[in-house]
């Protein structure tokens, strides 16, 4: 017969969650990366990787289009000067907030809209980057994908240099994966 | 009572658990020391080891809540219903071994008809018992990538019957399915499972993937007597799918699905109608079968307009053997188009389902039309409309259905959503949701039990409960909720909500008249009609919260609770003033869970999962005496370990700790609670 029959049992899960979270407490300030955190950072860090076409702007822009999933990850960057240009984040929805954007991430739970907002940004020098699978495959500009326990990326050259991005040979070499142009 | 303190006193330690980590945890969001981090750095990066991603959208004006494939994975569940008991606002609860009664927000029941149940879209509500067959196995749950569950009303967007919350599962595209996989669960109380899958590329853009899954369980221990009851449970499905990327960002996908459920019950019925206080005990086995085939092409206009074109055409057969069976054919088509603007992000859409039946039933039950052709047709148009950017949202929405069962329907809803911070997101909204009644309720007349012999009436009267001579019309719910969501760091977030909805026009019993029941020799027995009419109203009320909380990289916590109150109007009318009384005492107040996923090493994880739910009272058929299924609160347990990156060995405890306990009580058919008993699971993934 099963455990659960008899009385006192019952209450040890009870002061095993009470365990737990005095212990968890502990550990509190312990920063783990979440996997958002680290996409975050990977954003910005294209910032600095990509080169953009001359322009006049004083600001560069992260766009995040549809559901947000890393707005919160992202705001501890907004601010900060990256190339000599003030990073804004901005939530977009529609064609028309593309002309503002420098990068625009797609987040998964998009995936059926990549199609449009990769057509929205064609011609234009928006760096398109997403976490949903075979994204640089079908023509985004960076994938970010997660092997093991790291977060990777994967970089469609052939889209960059059409969107008049260039990608520097570091970043490429640091690449999972490179599609398109020569490596 | 007992059990209750019990409840009460693990959900207060879960209250002040909660409370407590948010204090410790609550300071700013602070820079992140990724931020000198290179590139280089960061592809070295260990990421956290637990769960993918963070389950809430932040920018999402409703109670939203996404159940990851990892999720599914580290759950340990073997059924659908038991993934969904993660939800805050979702209620489980496990009748036998395959049936489940499942909900948003009260009004639970076997065959609880208020919540919309989409797998890529197309419903597996059945239209007939207006509800879903838990028992059957829609889709594998190794095929499942998320789902997105969405709870208040929903009609809006997603149609009729989306009244208390919509649940839509999407299926893994067939690209992230190539090459093979076999798993499989061994169990205490004969649980078998086994999954296989196939698949591979035809080309660079077309994929393909077909999977098949069995699942078996032994019959449950009767509380009554602890002899075996007679549900033995037998489960396959079969799923193939292809995607093809076209150019231009179309893309098509066909499917075909087939599956069939055997499930048994044993049924206390009266063989001999002169004596209905002896009840015989009659095993009876329940079949289902579905078999559907559709596809789905979405592409894109010149103009930017995104479109998608879905149909599907199905079979679906239930069969309670020699007592009832009903057969339908399904034909859906679903359009669907979106197109943003300036500031405007516009939906619309069109659907029609055509649902022709065929009814054959004898003994208890007799049906008015023994075929029915049901045509639902229906066009909605929302607009999302950024009135000031990253701040605040306006959304608006509007849908209209007609249907030759029920009448025409209009469901409005509107959002307002303010994004003070990156951080924090407050939304409120108003919606107004139909249920159409559903073909079992405007043509099936029942035996559903009887009445004693009192004092003022020394016989036993039978209860028949019948469509009454008006025809039905559709039940609204119309409210308001509020909800605020906060990253409050970076490793801690959390989600509540509130909200308060009318209901009106509710389908329920009155009383009606009375006839005489002719049982031989010159006997007649007498009958009470119990007539369905709208005549039902009240309110529901509650709060819901959820909690996510990565305490390590190798540690996350969360939690969820639920607070439902429901409050049915008084009625004159003494059966429907009991059924409503009845709906207050069988909704759960409280329910919450406590999950925790820990990695161990990178190879090994250890999830424990602390489930409760406070006390109902069910009516036990065909006796309307009520029998008090108590609160528990519960533990399941999972250790994996992973030999490769393709071969993982799991052990899992669920249902560890508590008293022996039922969980539920079935309605509307003669019932024989079981007991939920606590099982071991051995699995095995192999991927190939």
Redesign the interface.
Known sequence: M????SGS??N???R???A??LA??S??F?????????E???L???L??VEWPTSKRTTTTICLFG???L????????G?VIGGKELR???V????DMQYCQLIYIPD?EE?????V???IQGMPVLAASNA??FAR?GGGIELL?TG?????VVNAETLSRHGLNPSS??LR?A?QVIGGDR | MFQKG?IL??LS??YA?AA??LA??WHP???????D????D????????VS???QS????PAAAF?ITAEDIRRSGAQALPDVLRMVPGIQVAQVDSGRYAVSARGFNGRFANKLQVLIDGRSVYHPFFSGTIWEYDPIPLEDIE?IEVIRGAGAAMWGVNAVNGVINIISR?S??QTGGMVAGTLGSNGQRQLYTRAGGSIDADTTWKLSAQGRHAQPSKQLANDRYSEDDLSNGVVDFRLDR?LS????FSVWANAGSSSVGDLYPVTPNLADLQTLTSVPITQKVASQTVGARY?W?SEQ?V?S?LQTSVGNTSIELKDVFEVTSTQFDLDYQG?Y??????LLWGASHRTVSDEVWSRYVISVAKPAFTQHTTGVFLHD?W?LI??RLQLGLGARWDQTNLGGDTFSPSATLMW?P???DTLWAKYAKAPRMPARGEQDVSIYVGYRPPTASFPFPVVLKAQPANQPLHDETMEGFELGYRS?LT??L?MDATVFQYRYSDIVTSSLGGNSLLPIGGGIFLPVQNLDRTNGGSGWLSGAELSVD???????R?QLSYAFTHVNMDDSANSVTQGQGLREERSTARHYGS?R?QWNVA?NQQVD?W?RGSSGIYRTLSPYPSEIYVPGY?T?DLRYAYKLNKDIELALTGR??????RIEYVTDYVPATPVII??SWLLSARWKF
């Open positions: 099963p455990a659960a029959t049992p019952r040890r899960p009870l095993w969650l009470a737990v979270l968890g407490v550990l509190a312990a920063q783990p990366d979440s996997e958002p955190q680290l975050s950072a990977y910005v860090n294209f600095k990787y559901r947000d999933t707005g919160p990850f992202l705001s501890s960057h907004e900060r984040i901005r939530r929805n529609s064609p028309d739970v059926a809209r990549i199609g449009a990769l057509r929205w699978d075979g079908s997660r326990g790291r977060v990777q990326f570091q970043m640091l999972n | 019990k006193n693990a330690i879960s658990a407590f980590a410790v945890a969001v602070h820079a992140l020391q990724d931020d981090l290179s590139l280089e960061l592809t070295k990066t260990e990421v956290s080891s993918r991603r963070n959208l932040s920018n999402v996404v998320r595209h690209r992230t990327s231009g960002g179309s893309n979405r894109l930017g995104e998608s979106r943003s603007f300036g500031s405007h992000d999302n950024t950017d990253d994004t911070t990156r951080s990253q970076q490793q977030s909380w990565l305490l390590m990289p190798t540690w916590m406590l925790s990178s424990a602390i609160v533990l249902n560890l700790v508590g008293p022996r008993e606590p």
